[in-house]
Structures are given as structure tokens and as C-alpha cells.
């Protein structure tokens, strides 16, 4: 389960080898929560297409970003998400309407707007039907059970043979390469998920705790959806590796449903918000973080006596067993060496450098969450205005009323700017700072803001020293309400 970047195109891709492949109906489902997304309901978007050299692909990335309205979410600006959960249901068909086979893909998808140039083609490696795999281990393998989203596309898998029940699923494919293997299961043991059986992860589908892992495991998710759990791995895979689930440990008779097993080329596993923050801002520097270099003229001193011949392995055994000294050779008398510890205690004062108030700014990076950066240096606020008049009639009962002027406002509207000035960065954040010229959304302290500027030079410390940038926000809503 990957958070996709969706201003980039998004295509999915479904085959089939019988030779009947006619159509494709297309299934889209959306939503934020995803213990909402139904397939017995209607669908948020519902195309078909007829397949060309067995194949048909659908570009799907403007569909899902016209359903993913997440400025209009109560909840978006708390949880500083684009996320969205996307289940993607393809139903083959043959010339006469009868279904050949159903596939799906489920992930959540994020609003990220930079790499536009890349194309993400969602096509698993794998047939979902386990039916077809090859198995060999004394299983029985029943289709049309309920699944996650209200369906009948699970199977349910029973383990006949204890003595030959251990692997209870095995898919060799010819791959190489970062892949992710993906599955919703549901039973009540423990399940190993992974290539091989030296590389996987452990999960308990009883309680979803991860058991543990083994091997080279790059990455793993898991989360509860209904009463199934979805499990991924990202593994490395050879060309003798495949697909595998194996009961741990195997029992005889023991069962579990599977649906939508998926294989993908690449690390499609998940990421939170905090983890795809482009840099961190608000380190906090104390006298733990750092240790001023200084030097000392014996303003404290313990003396340590060496009654041994001095030679190297001497000293190396001394250090090693007073890692704390921090000392040099005082001087040498016959075989007694003095080592001299010094000590120096330096108070600190802790100074507030900005002058002016910080200014947090926030943004939408290119992973599709908000991310904010504090300005801390010069500030300018401005103001204009405009303005609609009219000439009254200032005459009452033929009275002239000298306090009231002939020429009257009708109409007023006002909006605010604002200069800020990001104070001293250090050169790693200049792809923070593009990234904040290229989004689309600002808040500042909180407030919806738009940027006014359009140019954007990178600055370093070989050619600027201090690195400073300067950027024109306007507030997004009217000091003076222009709404009638």
C-alpha cells in the first residue's frame, strides 16, 4: 500500500490469457475512511473499456483527485493529510457478459504535485486467484466467500494434512528486484507472508501484532480493515522466489480467507506524515546537543600513577578502562607516567536571537502532507484598498448637513500582504524552500495565504555566506468581506 503521488499519471493495467477477454468494467471507490468503501454501493467512478493485445489500461489520477477534496475535510488541517483510500475493481468479461475474472488494487493515494514527469503503473505480478498457483500441499481452495469491502471475491483456504500443511500457499515468479507483496488475510493463527522461507514477516491474524520478521525484510505495514488485516512486505526478490504464506506453526485442519494477493515492482508501502517532512526546523540545541571546543591551563588536575614498564599496550589498556579521561603526558619519571586530567565548567546564558516574532509557514510538500517552516526575520505588513463612490443627496427637508459630504463610499473592499524574510538556513534546505514555491496551498500562523512571487534562485554558502530568502505572501481571505 503506497501513498501515491497523484499529479503524477496514475496507471493501472489488467490482462488476461483467455482468449475471450472482451471487456473491462472498471470500478472506482474513494474515502477518507476506509471502513466506508462498499462495492455494493455505486461506485465514484465507473468506465469499460475493450482490451487491446489483451490488455487494457486506464490513466486514473484526475478521477481520483476530483473525489479527493480534502481542503473541504473538517479534519484536514488537524491531521495535515492529502491521504485518501482508493479500491480499484476490474471485472473481465468475455464476448456473451460473462465474468472471466475480478481484480483488484487498493491503496491510499496523496496529493503531491513535483514529479510530474513519473509514471506509476500499478500491475501485479501475480494471478489473484491462488487456484491457479502452484500448489502442491494438500489444500482446498473455495472461491465466493465475503471479502473486506462487502463483496464475495475472498477464497477460503483449508490445510488438509497436517504433516504436509506447512506452506500453505506457493507462487513461483520470475522476478528480480525491489517488489512489494501485499495480501488481506483473515483466520486465527499466525501466518508467515514473504519469498521464501527464510524472508518473512510473522503476523498473528487473530490479534495483527507482527510476530517478527526474518531474513532481509526492507520494509512492512499492517492495518485492519473489517475483519481482515492488510499485510505487505517489500523483499528483494530472485529469480527462484515467489509468493509465499506458510501457518506458523502448522496445525492440523487450520484455515484462513485470502483476498487481492498482489505483487508490485517497487517499495509501495505506506508512509505517515511525519516521516515525509522534507527537513526539520525545530531542533533544540542545549548543552546535551552541543560541546564547545576549549582550551584549559591546568585549572584542575587528578594525577594517575602507572607503576608499570611504558610501553603502548600499557596506555591502551589505561584509556580504555577510564574512558573518561580526557587527558595528555604530564612527565615521565623512570617508569611512573602522570596523566593529567583537566576540567573546566563554563556557565551558560541561553540568548533569544530573533529580534522579530516567528512566523510559522505552512505548505504542502511534494509527498502530499503539511509541512511547516518558521520565519524568523524581518517582517513587513501591508495593506491596500479599493473603493466604489457615488454622489449623495446630503438635503433633508431642504436642510444642508454640513458634517455630510456630497461624495459617499458605496462600496470598500481591503486586503492584507505580508514579507517575510526566513532568516539564516542552512544550504540542505533549499529543497525545502522550492518545495514551498511550488506548492499550491499556505497557511500562515494558521491562516489560508497565497504566494505573490514567481522567481526563485538558489542561494549557497559559497556565493551568500548567510542564506536568507525573502517571499510575498497576500491572505487569502479579504480584510474587508468582498462577498454579497
Known amino acids: 500500500m503506497k501513498a501515491l503521488q497523484l499529479r503524477s499519471p496514475l496507471n493501472v493495467s489488467y490482462s488476461s490469457e483467455d482468449s475471450s477477454f472482451a471487456s473491462c468494467e472498471f470500478s472506482i471507490y474513494v474515502n477518507r475512511d476506509v471502513t466506508n468503501i462498499n462495492t455494493n454501493t ?265 607503576k608499570s614498564s611504558l610501553n603502548d599496550r600499557v596506555l591502551r589498556v589505561f584509556f580504555l578502562f577510564n574512558p573518561l579521561v580526557n587527558s595528555f603526558i604530564a612527565s615521565i619519571t623512570r617508569r611512573e607516567v602522570f596523566l593529567i586530567n583537566q576540567t573546566l565548567t563554563i556557565p551558560e546564558k541561553i540568548l533569544c536571537e530573533p529580534k522579530y516574532t516567528p512566523v510559522k509557514v505552512s505548505f504542502i510538500n511534494k509527498f502530499g502532507v503539511i509541512q511547516d517552516l518558521v520565519f524568523f526575520k524581518k517582517r513587513e505588513d501591508s495593506f491596500s484598498t479599493n473603493q466604489q463612490d457615488f454622489k449623495a443627496n446630503i438635503l433633508r427637508n431642504g436642510t444642508y448637513l454640513p458634517h455630510t459630504g456630497q461624495k459617499q463610499i458605496i462600496n470598500k473592499q481591503a486586503s492584507a500582504k505580508v514579507k517575510l524574510n526566513t532568516g539564516f538556513y542552512p544550504e540542505d534546505f533549499n529543497e525545502v524552500f522550492k518545495q514551498l514555491q511550488y506548492s499550491t496551498n499556505y497557511w500562515i500562523d494558521d491562516e489560508p495565504a497565497i504566494l505573490t512571487g514567481s522567481n526563485f534562485a538558489f542561494k549557497t554558502s559559497v556565493n551568500d555566506k548567510l542564506i536568507n530568502y525573502s517571499f510575498d505572501f497576500e491572505y487569502a481571505n479579504p480584510d474587508i468581506n468582498n462577498i454579497r
Open 42 to 306: 455505486v461506485a465514484d467512478y465507473s468506465l469499460i473499456a475493450e482490451p487491446i493485445n489483451n490488455r487494457v489500461n486506464f490513466e486514473i489520477a484526475e478521477l481520483i483527485r476530483s473525489k479527493n477534496d480534502y481542503l473541504y475535510e473538517d479534519d484536514f488541517y488537524t491531521a495535515r493529510d492529502t491521504a485518501t483510500y482508493v479500491l480499484l475493481r476490474a471485472v473481465l468479461l468475455d464476448s456473451d457478459g460473462d465474468e472471466i475474472d475480478t481484480k483488484y488494487n487498493f491503496f491510499k493515494v496523496r496529493d503531491g504535485y513535483v514529479d510530474r514527469n513519473e509514471v506509476q503503473l500499478l500491475n501485479s505480478e501475480i494471478n489473484p486467484d491462488p487456484r491457479t498457483w502452484n500448489n502442491n500441499f494438500n489444500t482446498t481452495i473455495a472461491h465466493n466467500k465475503d471479502d473486506p469491502f462487502g463483496g464475495t471475491d475472498a477464497y477460503f483456504i483449508v490445510d488438509t494434512v497436517d504433516a504436509n500443511g506447512f506452506i500453505l500457499l506457493d507462487d513461483e515468479l520470475q522476478l528480480t528486484g525491489v517488489h512489494t507483496l501485499s495480501v488481506f488475510l483473515k483466520g486465527s493463527n499466525s501466518v508467515q507472508i514473504g519469498k521464501n522461507s527464510t524472508n518473512y514477516i510473522k503476523v498473528n491474524l487473530a490479534t495483527g501484532d507482527v510476530e517478527g520478521t526474518a531474513g532481509t525484510v526492507i520494509a512492512y505495514d499492517i492495518f485492519k480493515v473489517g475483519l481482515f488485516y492488510k499485510v505487505s512486505v517489500v523483499l528483494t526478490m530472485a529469480l527462484s522466489d515467489g509468493f509465499k504464506l506458510r501457518e506458523s506453526p502448522p496445525q492440523d485442519s487450520d484455515f484462513m480467507f485470502i483476498f487481492s494477493p498482489t505483487i508490485i515492482k517497487g517499495n509501495l508501502l505506506n508512509f505517515t506524515p511525519s516521516e515525509v517532512l522534507l527537513q526539520s526546523n525545530t531542533q533544540v540545541f542545549s548543552h546535551s546537543s552541543i560541546r564547545p571546543l576549549y582550551m584549559v591551563d591546568r585549572k584542575e588536575s587528578v594525577a594517575y600513577n602507572l
